[in-house]
């Protein structure tokens, strides 16, 4: 038997809501800390200068990952606010335009990698080895 959501949640205290609602986050940042931190240890082994052009790229991945989650965040306030108004199509309208929105953004970022990581790598360093391991493949 389904019972009302809102109802089911109301009888919960904040705090094991704010920790049932931010874990799925805490879990993705936590993942993502230590894929970095696994790819840091076995990069080193491999030099310097191979960990330092995978440090420049981590830059302009957190920076996408901010930005994504960011424009993420804000489609779900809307759609929240829709479902809580009892407005269906407004929501649905909502998450498609989301899912419009983040593929054209994921296009723009796809063109910025192809065409950017080159001069991206020659405006943060002048070291030549960490340029050409960071862009060897391109």
């Not at 609602?21 to 990069?43: A, K, R, T, W």
């Amino acid at each position: 038997m389904k019972g009302n959501k809102l109802a089911l949640m109301a009888e919960k205290s904040e705090y094991r809501m704010v920790f049932l609602l931010s874990s799925p986050v805490i879990l993705s940042l936590l993942v993502q800390g230590l894929y970095n931190l696994v790819d840091s240890i076995f990069l080193s082994r491999l030099g310097e200068d191979v960990l330092s052009a995978v440090s420049l790229a981590f830059v302009f991945q957190s920076l996408c990952t901010s930005f994504f989650s960011g424009i993420a965040t804000g489609i779900n306030a809307l759609v929240s606010r829709a479902i809580g108004a009892d407005n269906k199509d407004r929501a649905q309208n909502y998450v498609a335009s989301g899912v419009v929105i983040q593929i054209l953004l994921c296009i723009v970022v796809m063109f910025i990698g192809f065409f950017g990581t080159r001069f991206y790598f020659f405006s943060s360093t002048s070291n030549v080895n960490v340029i050409t391991n960071g862009v060897e493949y391109l």
